[in-house]
């Protein structure tokens, strides 16, 4: 154990190690995270319901419909995520005029065929960083405390056509691919569920469990204008194989070692053994 704190200070002084977040299924109720293996012990079929909110677009009478299964991180939300090489459209509804962007392969089943005209066609990655207005302003204070932006358009793969609307809402703290995202256009880091699993102060619903807000929040939209449609859906979700407990996909604290840093050092070392076998 000296030689591993040993080597750990040698990191350490070299200003290699670091702290950082790691996203976990973690129980709120327990308040520990749970190896895969314990996730897979908790499976639960439940019926919710998602909610497709609209998001405005700044500088433009339009809206952003972006699709999410999980309500309650929507005050949390930083970006919204689009596929960088599928098509998008902006499309004006026939009835009242309101105009939407989303994905072309989905209007249908969103909108309603024959309900809407399409104005404008885009790849994914043309509409990169296009700004929109936040639904909350919950975190506001905390953005600009970390002085980094928010509030546009990123792109990512992960996002599929598969269901929702192809525009995916981003929350670092609470999604691996969110996390992954965040990272990557270096987001502001907003968390605004605490330990127990309940929303923060800075929330219109402070101490409420994280699943019993989902219908606060889309309360909330619906009331302002700002929810185009909730959908029930069915689907399986993790649940905590000692209480019973919905778990959450949470960032916990953790502290890393930047190994980019060092990677040319590795390979080169590497290069130079006799590996058996090749």
């Not at 990557?184 to 923060?200: H, I, S």
């Not at 204008?225 to 019973?244: I, Q, V």
């Not at 604290?253 to 990677?263: L, N, P």
Request: proline share 6%.
């Amino acid at each position: 154990i000296e030689s591993e704190w040993w080597a750990l200070k040698q990191i350490w002084d070299k200003g290699l190690l670091y702290k950082g977040f790691k996203i976990v299924p973690y129980c709120p109720r327990c308040g520990t995270p749970l190896s895969s293996h314990e996730v897979a012990q908790g499976y639960k079929d439940v019926k919710e319901r998602s909610a497709i909110a609209k998001f405005k677009v700044k500088g433009e009478d339009a809206y952003i419909l972006a699709w999410t299964t999980t309500p309650w991180t929507l005050p949390s939300n930083v970006a919204l995520c689009v596929h960088p090489d599928e098509t998008y459209v902006k499309v004006q509804m026939k009835e009242d005029g309101t105009v939407y962007y989303m994905a072309e392969a989905l209007c249908n089943t969103v909108l309603g065929e024959g309900s809407y005209e399409v104005k404008e066609s885009f790849v994914g990655k043309d509409l990169e960083y296009k700004e929109y207005e936040p639904l909350f302003d919950c975190a506001g204070e905390i953005c600009a405390k970390q002085r980094k932006k928010a509030y546009f358009v990123v792109c990512d793969t992960y996002v599929t056509l598969t269901d929702g609307t192809g525009v995916v809402h981003i929350a670092p703290a609470f999604g691996e691919d969110d996390s992954k995202v965040g990272r990557k256009y270096d987001l502001p880091f907003v968390q605004l569920v605490d330990a127990k699993g309940e929303m923060t102060k800075e929330t219109p619903w402070p101490g409420t469990f994280c699943k019993k807000a989902d219908p606060l929040v889309l309360k909330d939209l619906d009331e302002r204008g700002l929810l185009f449609s909730a959908p029930n859906f069915e689907h399986s979700y993790p649940h905590c194989w000692r209480c019973d407990t919905p778990l959450i996909y949470y960032a916990r604290e953790s502290w890393f070692i930047k190994m980019t840093a060092v990677k040319d050092d590795l390979i080169r070392n590497n290069n130079t053994i006799n590996w058996i076998p090749e």
